[in-house]
């Protein structure tokens, strides 16, 4: 075969399903960490042709590639798109660019791009292509998954459709697949998860409810089934906001509404000390939750998760003594008092990238053992095979020769920290197994949610949206931490930084929307939330703002 792979091929039938799916007149969208997203009404277009890239994709990885159609914490009437690859990780940034190519290509122009990527990535287009598809429960996403199957059938691949499921959930489902499992299901996901969350817990009941804010989205009936699983009597998993014509997704409730707003969800009743979490759309985000006993509202965020984790690993690092490296993956957004942690109290190396999945989990495969966490809740933990192989032969063994029980000895250890990897979806932040986690972990140490908020105190923080004409125009680096332009921003956050005592802000383009993200933290919150107004005001007058001066409502 010489390198014109795609002289090879008739496209004509492509054509004739992309007359059904004509690219909108509407500006062009780009391919960023979240995938596409958008108004849903405007985006037909772009599922059909993310069914064609998923399809070359799967024909140049000789493997199940998945498509998820949602727009996570985004409002109800946007959706998306995002491409998974074999090993349930983020489509490779090199595929990125295709897909900005592909998903903005007129029809007439479709077929030449798409002929470039065969050439250009040496496609056999012989190789059969194999996607699995699922959705969240946004009115538009089932229309829409049907134009990802059209794109898939039009370059002769196969689609598998899930129906509907959590993100996190087709992430596990494709690296299964592709491991072998070309059965699996979506009960092999809850069989595999609520047994190791009992062999966690040695089955002894978690005495603790906690009562789950699931936005209203697909994680509520999903978690249902998930604690059906495990058995009310082991865990009292209270579900609240599971839409069915209750809520609007992600109106006044989900991970980033309590997060960005520091208060519960719209509705839900609270008490002191209970435990309290909420999901986002997807359930890829976990945040938790509670009252003190002056009804001061807690949060425990991704920091928090992370910090949890990364004590539990390390406890049980030194008690097996295996020479295991544990690092923990931040961005800009973590809380500097929970990077001083960190680093101060549990000796643990903490790393700081750019915001965005992909790049946390990058970083995080250089540890044996790496956790990751964005500040919003979205995280996992990941482990090397060398590692899991060291944890398990000392699990197996026992030392000494003796197998027992006894929780302080170095195959007890072992044993549980395989356990709990093996309660962690390894392949991206996954909001109900990080739920089981933190129950696990909170249950083993007899934590309260106050134990827990206590490890460390967050310095007071804000976050605000500037809204600009093209949020393209603001650069960073340095992780995000510094602006390189405009000219002028970096040195006008500087002054304003220097205000206030034990300060930081920084400033970012968000990936999914056109706004600017505004970040700020000092020692009261009085003083963050003045910081905040003050760099978003900068950013507003160097960046071209619109509408409405950004203020703290």
């Known amino acids: 075969m010489d390198c014109a792979y795609s002289s090879l091929y008739d496209f004509t039938s492509l054509l004739d399903y992309a007359k059904g799916h004509p690219k909108a007149a ?94 250009d990535e040496k496609i056999n287009f012989d190789t059969p292509a194999i996607v699995l598809v699922a959705r969240d429960t946004r009115p538009s996403s089932p229309i829409l998954a049907q134009a990802v199957q059209d794109g898939v059938k039009a370059m002769f691949g196969t689609d598998k459709d899930f129906g509907l499921l959590t993100t996190p959930q087709l992430h596990y489902m494709v690296a299964c697949y592709n491991k072998g499992q070309t059965d ?56 609240h906001n599971e839409g069915s014509g209750t809520g609007r997704l992600n109106e006044k409730c989900g991970a980033d509404y309590v997060k960005v707003q520091q208060k519960a969800p719209f509705g839900l009743k ?38 949890l984790f990364a004590s539990y ?29 960190l680093n101060e109290q549990l000796k643990v190396e903490v790393a700081c990238v750019r915001t965005g999945v992909k790049h946390l989990h990058k970083a995080a495969e250089h540890f044996d053992i790496g956790v990751y966490f964005e500040a919003n809740g979205h995280g996992t933990v990941m482990a090397k095979e060398s590692a899991k192989k060291a944890i398990r032969s000392l699990a197996s063994t026992g030392e000494n020769g003796d197998c027992g029980g006894d929780a302080d000895s170095k195959s007890e250890a072992a044993k549980r920290l395989i356990d709990f990897l093996e309660l962690i979806n390894p392949t991206v932040g996954d909001a109900m197994c990080d739920l089981l986690a933190v ?33 393209t125009v603001i650069a960073t680096s340095d992780a995000e931490r510094r602006v390189t332009s405009p000219a002028g921003l970096q040195d006008a956050i500087n002054k304003a930084v220097e205000k206030f005592p034990h300060a930081r802000s920084f400033v970012r383009p968000s990936g999914t929307e056109d706004v600017v993200r505004v970040y ?20 507003y007058d160097i960046a071209n703002g619109r509408g409405d001066r950004p203020t703290v409502s």
């Not at 109800?76 to 998903?103: Q, R, T």
């Not at 909420?278 to 945040?287: H, K, N, P, Q």
């Not at 972990?441 to 490890?455: F, M, P, Q």
Request: proline share 3%.
């Open 313 to 341: 690993i390390k406890e049980l690092l030194t008690k097996s003594q295996l020479d295991l490296k544990l690092g923990v993956v931040q961005t800009a957004y973590a809380n500097g008092t929970s990077t001083n942690y």
């Open 520 to 539: 700020a933290e000092s020692d009261t919150q009085e003083h963050a939330d003045e910081l905040a107004e003050l760099v978003g005001s900068h950013v």
């Open 26 to 119: 509407s500006n062009n969208l780009g391919y960023g960490t979240a995938g596409f997203r958008g108004d849903a009404s405007l985006m037909d277009h772009i599922f059909f042709r993310m069914g064609l890239l998923a399809a070359l994709r799967s024909k140049s990885k000789n493997a199940a590639i998945a498509v998820m159609v949602t727009a996570s914490h985004n409002p109800e009437h946007d959706n998306g798109v995002k491409l998974i690859d074999p090993k349930g990780e983020m489509l490779c940034e090199h595929w990125e660019n295709y897909a900005s190519i592909i998903g903005n290509s007129p029809n007439e122009q479709l077929v030449d791009n798409l002929k470039k990527i065969i050439d």
């Open 184 to 239: 699996v299901c979506e009960d092999d996901y809850y069989k595999a998860f609520s047994a190791a969350f009992k062999s966690l817990i040695k089955n002894v009941p978690v005495s603790s409810s906690v009562a789950v804010d699931c936005a209203h989205g697909v994680g509520a009936p999903k978690l249902r089934k998930l604690g059906d699983n495990i058995g009310a009597t082991t865990i009292d998993i209270v579900v």
């Open 439 to 471: 129950e696990a972990i909170l249950h083993l140490k007899n934590w309260t949610l106050r134990d827990w908020a206590t490890v460390y105190t967050e310095l007071p923080n804000r976050q605000l949206k500037v809204k600009v004409a093209d949020r």
């Open 270 to 307: 609270m008490e002191p000390y209970s435990r309290y979490g909420s999901f986002d759309g997807d359930a890829d985000r976990l945040v938790y939750y509670t009252l003190d006993s002056d009804c001061s509202f807690i949060l425990l965020d991704g920091d928090k998760i992370a910090a």
